[in-house]
């Protein structure tokens, strides 16, 4: 071998490192060649000198793939193992291959030259001291850098090049093949077809990916494995949210071909490991689109439109979806005065208001103001409904064959399943009885597998009766047209969901602004169409019940006079005497005169006349607690009163105040100066204690 007379006994004394590396597990699997020659490398090292138990061979980078060190823990055990000086030689195919990077290299030769360690190839031996080796391996290894790029620009330029003539093949995604003549096909299989295009359907009716997927529950979605053992077979699975936007997002089913959907692109992480990601690009920037190109499951105008749904249900860039509150214009309505979006603030018992988001962000204008969510929602839909009456009969058509076309689906899926189960289950039995009498194991096994397909096709039949059995009955053509007569009808009908009625709302409305408007009695409402046209129109803003506002004045007045001297009761009478009614028509009670009190602000006049005090008045001029003198009225100790509210009234004279502190100053409980016994050691727990009666013999 070239420059073998660089080896001398002190690297033989140390351990030979054969270094494997191969890309990918197809190369591993398909170039064994490659493979073999570099276990041979082990028998080049004994052939050199070194003793077979010092020959180590490092292959636990086979298979792996990247440009640098990072993620390849054989390379890192190698580049250890040489800087602590135990190797004599590092034996590689090719040695400026040895690392994927120039970085990975240049200190492999740097650490070899510090520790006086050979790096052999199938050229020759390197001593990185010498000066000349170092330099040519410098040079090996920029070249094969140079070769690398000049070799991928080629293959990237003519991959381009039939990418733009649409004939570069790519993996289709399951439900397209190519057919024998490469050119692209929707799948022969009908199941498979029939799922594909069910997930479009689905879709068009849920209107969102995680509707699918329940329209799915129970029902399983192929998937074409590619590459490795189970490279073109099918394999089916439940279907999940990611795989339902992958086939939704995928051009490929509206019969387009694409290259440059997506890029590599590589990036630092703090670690300072280097990390490949691939990314989505813009649709502007796909290198190759060619609309048209294969037969598709949608046209390119629905994948667009899919596309649109989709963007309009992504609520974390924004976008304010279809929710099942019952609030009818949530998510498109509008602040007319901030702008601002506003939001149903639901308050229980079925009554809900549209309120400015601005409130919750500080920013309110003066003018932003809140409605009743059933007012405005009213309004809508009546502007709604007129509007829809040229178009009712159409309407219910397409509700109609919707029907159809769901029951159909429901219950195809299940025929073709069984379907493909019956011809297992033949293929099965057809090879049970093609097997000689004598081959017993082998009747056997083909036996068990018969059964199994039959147990799997009586279950594909159960599941094709049940799906039949559970669809509801289909609604005759002329309940149809009955439906189509009274659109107003199935409107309000209890069947139809607050969602199905937002959807229907939005395919028609853009959005609706709550305009600013001068008289707080009235809402001004802006109506954007989706066909550009807008309309306004004022409301009566709904009444809170019993609000005084529509007390009549004179009684208003009324009981703003007399409400400071005169009591509840009282007041009733005498609006009573002058024939007054309520703003609903209805002759005032307590109730009524206190909504008035409360949005005039008049306070109850006090019950207690000239003279008297209240419980709470007595208790603060004695300084003791009021229950003290609930206890000398109940005790008869205190004479009271009850006034017209049942409020209780001391009459108050000098001589009752005095009686009063007497019966105090008197008692050991409330004065301990007069305590005549210790007191008790352990307090009564105060729950024990009657509420209104004090211990006996204290007071
Ligand atoms: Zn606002």
Not at 71 to 76: E, K, L
Not at 253 to 275: E, F, L, M, P, Q
Not at 604 to 626: F, I, N, T, W, Y
């Amino acid at each position: 071998m070239n420059g073998e007379h660089k080896i001398t006994s002190g690297h033989r004394a140390r351990t030979a490192l054969v270094y494997l590396r191969q890309s990918t597990l197809v190369q591993v699997r398909e170039h064994t060649e490659s493979t073999m020659r570099q276990y041979a490398l082990a028998d080049v090292a004994v052939s050199l000198g070194w003793a077979p138990q010092d020959v180590e061979v490092i292959d636990r980078d086979l298979g792996l793939s990247g440009t640098s060190a990072a993620h390849r823990a054989g390379f890192r055990d190698l580049m250890s193992r040489v800087c602590l000086g135990e190797v004599g030689a590092v034996l590689g195919l090719e040695v400026s291959r040895l690392a994927r990077s120039n970085a990975d290299l240049a200190r492999l030769a740097e650490m070899a030259r510090l520790t006086g360690t050979l790096l052999i190839d199938s050229d020759g031996v390197y001593d990185l001291s010498d000066f000349n080796d170092w330099l040519v391996l410098g040079l090996k290894s920029t070249m094969s850098q140079a070769e690398l790029h000049i070799m991928a620009g080629r293959l990237q330029a003519a991959k381009l090049a039939a990418a733009e003539r649409g004939e570069l093949r790519a993996p289709l995604p399951v439900g397209l093949v190519y057919d024998d003549d490469g050119m692209v096909v929707t799948d022969p299989d009908a199941e498979v077809r029939a799922a594909v295009a069910d997930i479009f359907a689905c879709f068009a009716a849920a209107g969102s990916a995680y509707g699918v997927v329940a329209a799915f529950a129970g029902r399983k979605f192929p998937q074409r494995a590619y590459g490795g053992a189970w490279a073109g077979q099918l394999r089916w699975g439940p279907l999940t949210h990611h795989r339902v936007l992958q086939v939704l997002r995928n051009p490929a089913y509206a019969g387009a071909y694409v290259h440059g959907r997506h890029v590599t692109r590589k990036t630092v992480d703090a670690d300072g490991n280097v990390r490949t990601v691939t990314a989505e690009v813009p649709r502007a920037q796909w290198k190759v689109l060619i609309k048209d190109h294969h037969p598709g499951y949608v046209t390119w105008e629905e994948y667009l439109a899919v596309e649109a749904r989709l963007a309009a249900n992504w609520t974390a860039s924004g976008a304010r979806t279809v929710r099942e509150g019952s609030a009818l214009c949530q998510g498109i309505i509008y602040c007319g005065s901030c702008g601002g979006p506003m939001v149903a603030n639901y308050q229980g018992a079925g009554r809900a208001n549209y309120e400015c988001h601005s409130r919750r962000d500080g920013k309110k204008a003066p003018s932003c103001r809140g409605i009743a969510t059933a007012a405005l929602d009213d309004a809508v839909a009546r502007v709604l409904l007129d509007a829809l009456t040229p178009e009712q009969v159409a309407l219910a058509l397409a509700a109609a064959s919707e029907v159809t076309g769901q029951h159909q689906r429901a219950t195809r899926a299940a025929e073709l399943a069984v379907e493909r189960a019956r011809y297992d289950a033949d293929r099965a039995e057809r090879a049970f009885s093609q097997v000689e009498p004598e081959n017993r194991l082998v009747a056997r096994t083909l036996e068990a597998r018969w059964e199994a397909r039959l147990t799997a096709l009586a279950e594909a039949e159960q599941a094709l009766e049940s799906a039949r059995a559970t669809l509801p009955s289909l609604p005759g053509r002329d309940v149809l047209a009955a439906i189509a007569a009274d659109l107003p009808a199935l409107w309000h009908a209890p069947t139809t969901t607050p969602r199905d009625r937002k959807r229907l709302l939005r395919t028609l409305i853009a959005d609706v602004t709550l305009l600013p408007e001068p008289d707080r009695a009235k809402a001004r409402i802006g109506i954007r169409w989706h066909a550009g046209t807008a309309d306004q129109l004022i409301i009566d803003r709904p009444r809170p019940s019993g609000i005084p506002a529509a007390t009549p004045s004179p009684a208003a007045e009324l009981i703003r006079r007399l409400g400071l001297t005169a009591g509840n009761d009282d007041l009733v009478a005498i609006l009573a005497r002058h024939g007054y009614l309520t703003g609903a028509g209805r002759p005032f009670d307590v109730k009524a005169v206190q909504w008035v009190r409360r949005v005039y602000g008049i306070p109850v006049p006090s019950p207690v006349a000239a003279g008297e005090v209240s419980v709470k008045d007595a208790a603060r001029q004695l300084g003791c607690s009021p229950g003290v003198i609930y206890y000398w009225i109940e005790t008869g100790q205190l004479e009271t009163r009850r006034s017209s509210g049942n409020r209780l009234c001391i009459p108050w004279t000098p001589d009752t105040e005095a009686e009063c502190r007497a019966r105090i100053a008197a008692s050991g409980h409330l004065n301990p100066a007069a305590r005549r016994t210790r007191p008790r050691k352990t307090p009564r727990c105060p729950a024990e204690q009657p509420r209104m009666s004090a211990p006996n013999g204290i007071i």
